[in-house]
């Protein structure tokens, strides 16, 4: 019977250990992390009239929209490859083109060959372009937001052979 109180007493004493005590820190609120506060601010333009993209080896990027506000004059895109692949292997750019356009301006691209970024030369359906990156390095493009109009719709994609269906994302203009 001793045996059985004792074991009964260990369990007690060892639930009691595992449970914290209340501290005032510990009851005290936090402030979210920064990676909280990312989906309030991507559905408003970015300040200062500039954004960064990421991609990776996914494929994808990182942001599915790019808000410029109409009070910017000229933005300021940077494309920043955070994959390992080589530019050859798993290249991307960001092109900006009427939605109307995208599909001729990628298959014109992919005819350019890689030794043209996969931009045709001359092109002037695309109103801004970065080069194609790989692993580790990034391009600015700066954007003359007077060539948006209003009625029209707008992306961004990449024109490495493959990856448009799934690197592409819409470009709005907002007040």
């Known amino acids: 019977m001793k045996f059985y109180l004792v074991l009964i007493s260990a369990a007690l004493t060892l639930s009691a250990c595992s449970q914290e005590p ?17 989906p309030a601010a ?11 993209v990421e991609a990776g080896d ?13 009070s910017c004059k000229e933005y300021t895109i940077t494309l920043k490859h955070m994959g390992t692949m080589p530019k050859t292997a798993m290249g991307h750019d960001l092109v900006i083109a009427k939605s109307e356009d995208v599909d001729g301006v990628a298959k014109d691209g992919a005819a350019a060959g890689a030794e043209n970024d996969f931009i045709k030369a001359g092109d002037e359906r695309i109103i801004a372009h970065t080069k194609l990156i790989g692993s580790s390095e990034e391009a600015t493009v700066k954007v003359d937001t007077s060539k948006f109009s209003a009625g029209n719709k ?4 990449c024109t ?10 819409s470009v709005n203009l907002i007040d």
């Open 22 to 38: 209340a501290t005032p820190a510990a009851s005290a609120p936090t402030a979210p992390a920064a990676s909280d506060a990312a």
């Open 42 to 52: 991507a559905s408003s333009a970015d300040t200062a009239c500039q954004t960064v």
């Open 58 to 70: 996914d494929m994808k990027y990182n942001k599915t929209e790019i808000n410029i506000s109409k």
């Open 154 to 157: 707008y992306e961004f994609f």
């Open 160 to 169: 490495f052979p493959g990856h448009l269906a799934m690197m592409r994302g």
